[in-house]
C-alpha cells in the first residue's frame, strides 16, 4: 500500500537529484503510483521544448514515459491523468501520449487521438519520430473501426 508517508518520501527522493527522479519513474513498474502521484501534483509540469543558440532539444519526461508504460493495464486511469496535464510544446511528450494511446483499447486511446490532433494543427513542424507514431495511432483506430 502507498501511503502518504511513502508518497513523502519517495517525492523527497526524487527532488533531491536528477539521477534519482529518472531512476524513479523508470523503475516503477506498477501503476499504484499514478493517482497518489497525481494527486500530489506530478504529471503537471511536462517539460518544454529547450532552444539556445540556434539548437532545439526535446526533453524526455520520465512521467510521460511512466504512463506510456502502464497504459495498457489501466487505459482509463492514464487517459485521465494525459488529458489532464497541461499542454506542452514538447514532441517528445507529446510522442510518450501517443504511444500510450497505441497500449489503450480504441474506444478509450480516440480521446487522445483527438487532443493529439488538435495539438498538430498548431504546429508549424513536427520532428523526431512523432509523425510515425502518429501514423501507428491512426492505422490503429482505423482497424478497430474507432470514431468519436
Known sequence: MITGEVIKNALNLISSSAANYEYFFNSLKKPDWIEPLWKEGRFRGPPAVRREKGY??????????YLARMAGKVPSLVQEVILGIPQTDN??????????????????????AEAEANW?????????L???????????????????
Not at 56 to 65: D, M
Not at 120 to 128: D, G, H, N
Not at 130 to 148: C, D, F, Q, V
Request: proline residues 7%; glycine residues 4%.
Open 91 to 112: 514532441v517528445r511528450v507529446h510522442q510518450d501520449y501517443v504511444e500510450a494511446a497505441l497500449e489503450m483499447p480504441a474506444e478509450i486511446a480516440i480521446y487522445i
Open 120 to 128: 498538430i494543427r498548431e504546429q508549424a513542424t513536427l520532428y523526431t
Open 56 to 65: 532545439i532539444s526535446f526533453p524526455a519526461w520520465p512521467e510521460s514515459q
Open 130 to 148: 512523432y509523425p510515425e507514431k502518429a501514423g501507428e495511432l491512426i492505422s490503429y483506430l482505423a482497424r478497430r473501426g474507432a470514431t468519436s
